[in-house]
């Protein structure tokens, strides 16, 4: 998903990788080799509810088309205002400015900053407890998240703090805004693996985008394209047999 969390969670980026298992070092509850030995999870639109509707409700009191934010967002995408924000190259000021330049030549003038107000989505419980079931599982676990460094003064202390709480319960967590690559670059799937000792058919990832599915997939990931929490739910217990 979209950048939507801070750099303060104390991102595990530079731990020592976890040492490489044999499938037969993770047998399900039949006893028989597991296919996957590592779940990975996208944050926003997966962890949290997606900023989505969040962008058309702005969009509709605005009188802007619908979607629109997400059009500006998608038009030139490895090389725009926001694909430059997740990789640490713009801060939050430059943005406002070069997204604001980059929707006007969209036809609609949009400052970044407004965009920046509408990411925080609201935590999903059920989704933090799916979390919670697969660790329990014997599952290695990461946050891939496209996120935007910002400072504490931008984010409220208890809003962090939920999600401080959640993010610790991953093995790793790996941001853009940190690694310098981004969703759906190969590059940021590949340091997923090397910090959890697994390699890519070993994965099953979730993702709401399926922009960042398809580099997965090829790669050799089972990916799941999140809809809904009810959706990722069923889905991700089929393939895990949970």
């Not at 030995?37 to 702005?58: C, H, K, M, R």
């Not at 997400?70 to 430059?84: E, I, L």
């Not at 890519?200 to 979730?206: H, K, S």
């Amino acid at each position: 998903m979209l950048g939507h969390t801070p750099s303060a969670y104390d991102a595990r980026v530079s731990n020592t990788p976890t040492t490489p298992a044999a499938p037969s070092d993770m047998p399900s509850a039949e006893g028989t080799p597991r296919r996957h030995l590592a779940v990975l999870f996208d944050f926003g639109g997966v962890i949290l509810s997606s900023p989505f509707d969040a962008f058309n409700e702005y969009e509709a009191a605005a009188g802007l088309p619908k979607d629109y934010i997400r059009s500006v967002n998608t038009t030139n995408p490895d090389s725009n205002a926001w694909a430059r924000l997740e990789r640490n190259e713009l801060s939050p000021t430059d943005f406002d400015d070069v997204f604001a330049e980059e929707s006007a030549a969209l036809g609609h003038r949009v400052p970044g900053r407004d965009v920046l107000g509408l990411l925080d989505g609201a935590i999903r419980p059920e989704m933090v407890d799916l979390l919670d079931r697969v660790k329990a599982a014997g599952y290695r676990t990461a946050c891939l998240t496209n996120n935007t460094a910002t400072s504490d003064s931008d984010r409220d202390h208890h809003r962090r703090s939920e999600v401080r709480s959640v993010m610790e319960r991953f093995d790793h967590v790996v941001e853009s805004s940190v690694v310098g690559v981004r969703k759906p670059e190969p590059r940021f799937y590949e340091i997923a693996c090397d910090l959890l000792g697994v390699t890519p058919a070993d994965c099953v990832f979730l993702d709401d985008l399926g922009i960042n599915l398809k580099p997965a997939a090829a790669m050799g990931m089972t990916t799941i394209k999140v809809t809904s929490a009810a959706q990722a739910i069923a889905d991700l217990t089929a393939v895990l047999n949970l």
